[in-house]
């Protein structure tokens, strides 16, 4: 399989006759959630000599003087230090050593080192840099509320102009389902609200987009994990993906095209995905920290990390990964970002999951027994709002990925228009049209409680989201729960009209 057809097949959009889904990071599982099952099955991955691989090395911990400890065990095992990540005690590392990995733990004599993982199956694409860099523009310290009130009016339109809809309003009846066609008028968001939209790239030029995207606060991960501030490394390349979920989150209430859930936010082009469509962990460690680093309120994530759909705590390098995007997560989480990510689009029952048959997906897939230590990330990750998809009719998705106590709320996903390249519009379906009408309710709901914690957000949209009894699908595992909670819609629809009336 091509990477180009690899990548039609992951990125969580689903085309007119195939699923594209991109979803994915969790934490490591204690000994006892796994003791009952069957190991997951091990997918070695050789690194032999001469041949460059990309390697996240864990600290024991997250502190500067650790990482640095960390850093000259690699150099002492023969890799590069590509990036380091004091924040939460990873540095990003290639070695073209095939012994590269027991190295890196032996050179650090138990004192630094927790655990060493390779990121990808197949040799780096993108080359080493030069030389590990400071991340620039970085500011603020841990989350604290913010003092002041985010405005409740709409944006002014210029003297003697009248607000005119956009005409592409009529046909955006997910805006309706979710009641965000209500909200806008109430609040459209705040412009000192931040969404890090982790994709492929936003396309700037675009008339519903070229004043709501925040260059400054834009970057490109895909130099192999190391951040990339350069005035065009992220914007879109290969792919519109980015570009149409930014439009749902907050396309321009200008008269133009469509209008978005929160149309007075502002984004962050937070470029993740590579030119051959792959989203490697260390590209996801890096725009999670990003965002931790430079105030992104909310975070959107239609994707999973790869090169695997589910990364198994049982096997040490998929471990030593969902360790490092763990910490990235909750660094950002700690640092004030809330986050909702796309379920995926396998029609898969995420809570009774025992096989993949996809994975590893940058070589050749191999069909391997998983357990509740495989997990979809960051889809499944502590702290992260999972998000279904539903039809116009508010049935799920067929495409879509389910599963009781693994499903937050449910938001529209099948044919949504939105933003396209080169200033057009068009539809798309998969739970990454799903994912940004969640992304824009919590940063409408970031406008109007500035002062909410990730945590109280995340409960909040849970609680406000309108339940939905279990329906039918054609495809994949039948419903089970209650009209409160349950495996197809979670707590229910998202509610952006809720967000911004309800304290």
Avoid at 199 to 221: E, F, K, M, Y
Avoid at 301 to 314: K, L, Q, R, T, V
Avoid at 334 to 363: I, K, W
Wanted: one cysteine or more.
């Amino acid at each position: 399989m091509s990477m180009r057809t690899t990548h039609r097949a992951r990125l969580v959009a689903v085309g007119a006759a195939t699923a594209l889904l991109i979803a994915g990071a969790g934490s490591a599982a204690v000994a006892g959630d796994t003791a009952a099952e069957p190991p997951s099955t091990p997918v070695p991955v050789a690194t032999p000599d001469g041949q460059t691989f990309s390697y996240v090395v864990n600290a024991k911990h997250a502190n500067p003087g650790q990482t640095r400890l960390a850093a000259r065990a690699v150099e002492a095992a023969g890799g590069v230090v590509v990036q380091s990540w004091p924040e939460i005690g990873v540095v990003v590392a290639h070695s073209a050593r095939e012994d590269f990995r027991p190295d890196v733990v032996r050179l650090a004599k138990g004192h630094a080192v927790e655990s060493v993982g390779v990121t990808r199956t197949v040799p780096v694409s993108e080359g080493t840099p030069a030389a590990a860099a400071d991340v620039p523009g970085a500011k603020g310290g841990p989350f604290t509320p913010k003092v002041t009130k985010k405005p409740g009016a709409g944006v002014e339109d210029d003297a003697g102009t009248a607000a005119v809809p956009d005409p592409g309003e009529a046909t955006q009846w997910d805006m309706a389902m979710i009641k965000a066609d209500q909200a806008i008028e109430i609040d459209p968001g705040s412009p000192d609200v931040l969404v890090g939209v982790l994709d492929s790239g936003i396309d700037v030029t675009h008339p519903d987009l070229a004043t709501q995207v925040d260059t400054d606060a834009s970057v490109n991960c895909t130099a192999a994990g190391r951040p990339d501030t350069s005035a065009t490394g992220w914007l879109p390349t290969t792919s519109d993906h980015g570009t149409h979920v930014a439009g749902t989150i907050a396309a321009a209430d200008n008269g133009l095209g469509i209008v978005g859930v929160a149309p007075g936010v502002k984004m962050a082009s937070v470029k993740v995905v590579n030119d051959d469509g792959f989203i490697y962990p260390e590209y996801a460690v890096c725009g999670f920290v990003w965002a931790g680093l430079h105030g992104v309120d909310v975070t959107n994530n239609s994707y999973y990390i790869d090169p695997f759909m589910y990364w198994c705590a049982d096997q040490p390098d998929q471990a030593a990964v969902k360790e490092a995007v763990r910490r990235a997560i909750d660094f950002s989480t700690d640092r004030g970002a809330v986050h909702a990510a796309a379920a995926g689009n396998a029609s898969t029952d995420l809570a009774n999951n025992t096989q993949d048959t996809s994975s590893p997906n940058d070589s050749t897939a191999v069909d391997r027994t998983i357990n509740s230590g495989c997990e979809d990330i960051p889809t499944e990750a502590d702290g992260v709002v999972t998000v279904s998809s539903v039809t116009s009719t508010g049935a799920l998705s067929s495409f879509s990925n389910r599963g009781l106590g693994k499903i937050d709320v449910a938001a529209p996903g099948s044919a949504i228009v939105s933003t396209e390249l080169n200033g057009t519009w068009d539809t798309k379906s998969g739970t990454s049209m799903a994912s940004p009408h969640v992304a824009g309710v919590l940063a409408l709901m970031v406008s109007a409680h500035p002062d909410w914690t990730p945590a109280q957000l995340e409960q909040a949209v849970r609680d406000q989201a309108d339940d939905r009894p279990c329906g039918t699908t054609p495809v994949g595992p039948t419903c089970v729960g209650t009209p409160e909670e349950n495996s197809f819609f979670g707590d229910g629809m998202v509610d952006a009209l809720d967000a911004v009336t309800l304290g």
